[in-house]
């Protein structure tokens, strides 16, 4: 069964810090991976998705890696600003339609 | 287009009243999601729906809820009768055909049963 984990659980830093999220999945036989942003009492935005052949996604300030054979993504955000303050989480899928979330990580961005 | 739209946006009901979420998938979209969320589990799958057919409910906890998606434009998840651990951030999602495709979610419902 597909577990996904992310590290850490919350995260606070100055604003202007570089920053790397973690995301690891225990089956390496995913089909993508996507990173999504949830502000509070807000529904998900899918920021970055990334198919399993390839390596890397970016999208202005962020950056999402893809290892698969190590089971491991991370979301890299630039130069972080308070407006990035959020809920990251990322999901995996396998062979069938469904995306396995993982817990996420509660960024706090300060001025 | 206006996005994943989901009604009510709040919704307060006694133990034991039916309950019915609304969901509206963008258009063009052939896949959508139920999905409930909670602070002790996160983020769970219910059930999906491929072109209105219902594919996997294995995700539904118990015979109490219901869904249908009677054409592409329209969804329901329905509880009878409802109970306090069901409440919850009820969140309907969207997505193309092709598996690799990005995920719609809409605003979500806040769910609480007292």
């Known amino acids: 069964k597909q577990e996904v984990t992310q590290i850490p659980a919350a995260l606070s830093v100055p604003e202007g810090e570089n920053l790397v999220l973690n995301c690891s999945f225990t089956d390496s036989a995913i089909y993508n991976l996507q990173w999504f942003r949830q502000d509070p009492g807000k529904g998900l935005t899918s920021l970055l998705l990334?198919?399993?052949?390839?390596r890397e996604q970016t999208s202005g300030r962020l950056n999402a890696s893809l290892d698969k054979s190590s089971g491991r993504s991370t979301l890299y955000i630039a130069a972080s600003q308070p407006g990035d303050s959020a809920t990251y989480l990322c999901?995996?899928?396998?062979?069938?339609?469904?995306?396995?979330f993982g817990t996420g990580t509660r960024l706090q961005v300060f001025p | 287009d206006a996005g994943v739209i989901q009604s009510p946006r709040h919704e307060v009901t006694e133990m034991g009243q039916e309950v019915t979420l609304r969901c509206k998938p963008i258009?063009?979209?052939?896949?959508l999601f139920w999905y409930r969320q909670t602070m002790m589990r996160g983020l769970e799958l219910l059930i999906y729906f491929n072109n209105n057919v219902p594919i996997d409910d294995s995700g539904m906890p118990e015979d109490r809820f219901s869904a249908k998606m009677p054409n592409a434009s329209f969804s329901t998840l329905k509880i009878q009768p409802s109970e306090p651990r069901d409440s919850a951030v009820y969140f309907c999602?969207?997505?193309?055909?092709?598996?690799?495709?990005?995920?719609?979610f809409g605003s979500g419902t806040q769910l609480s049963v007292l």
């Open positions: 999602a969207s997505s193309r055909q092709a598996t690799n495709e990005k995920l719609f």
């Open positions: 999901a995996v899928r396998q062979n069938t339609d469904k995306l396995i």
């Open positions: 990334i198919q399993s052949s390839q």
């Open positions: 258009s063009g979209h052939d896949y």
